[in-house]
């Protein structure tokens, strides 16, 4: 077993401004989630939000309080989302045991307990993704699969963006602390996601991108309405996106992603709308 993490700097837009392709991919690009029997994780200053990804093969992977938690378990003060995106798995959760198919959510609240990661099949390996942020009260643990989850479909083929929002992991589902998660699936010929794009400066987020074939690619947009900046991305990857700018994304082929809010409020309407004709 192996826990691997990397931290990454809160930045001011007018220094991304700056940025060029590699330091913006260094800063927000999150390359790295699933290796055989590791664990991967990179902690943003944006929200404290932690991203990763477990992927227990011929090992059950523990969660490690990492260095910079200064805690004794991972949970201690914190709350987290999980979504396995591959085969069928398990999550211990102190005396509790899940087992978690494709696509169901698990939330796991704030509290002193032992987390582990494991799969049913090492052929057919269990691919865990996982958000977490600070907590300052415990909720009870709750799996969710997409039939209990709100649902809501948006969008038209016309406008290349028809999808399904499975919210997951929000105040509907179960209680949170300020952490909300959903999966966002694109209909066959759609591509674009988000749209019209938005900010929100109490919450920032992380996008996980999957179910695109390895020689496709997806295209994230961020920074300022008014001064965006764009990463390609293969699937499998996330991407940080701080308060301050839009999180959209056009990939060469429909897909599916993860999304993960974190700040102010748990109210999922509170965006602040940018006009699609305006972004420059």
Known sequence: MKTNYDVRYAAHPDDVKGYGTQKLREHYLIEKLFSPDETNMSYSMHGRMIAGGAMPVEEELELEAIDILRSEYFLSRREMGI??????????????????????????????????????????????????????????????????????????????????????????????????????????????????????????????????????????????????????????????SPEWSIHSACATRNYTFIWAMCGENLDYGDMDGCSTSGLK
Not at 167 to 174: A, C, F, L, S
Request: charged share 20%; aromatic share 10%; proline share 6%.
């Open 83 to 240: 979504f396995n995106v591959g085969g069928e798995g398990y999550v211990k959760a102190g005396d509790n045991v899940f087992r978690m198919g494709y696509k169901e959510a698990l939330y796991l609240g704030k509290g002193d307990r032992k987390v582990t990661f494991s799969s049913t099949d090492p052929q057919n390996p269990a691919k865990f993704y996982f958000c977490s942020a600070p907590a300052h009260a415990a909720y009870p643990d709750h799996l969710t699969t997409k039939e209990n989850a709100v649902h809501m479909e948006l969008g038209s083929l016309e406008e290349s963006n028809h999808r399904i929002i499975n919210r997951m992991i929000v105040q509907e589902v179960t209680p949170t602390c300020q952490l909300q998660m959903g999966m966002t699936e694109l209909m066959p010929g759609s591509t674009w996601n988000t749209m019209p794009a938005h900010t929100h400066n109490r919450r920032m987020e992380v996008y996980f991108y999957f179910e695109i074939p390895q020689d496709q690619a997806i295209c994230h947009f961020m920074g300022e309405p008014q001064e965006t900046r764009h990463i390609w991305m293969q699937g499998g990857q996330a991407v940080i």
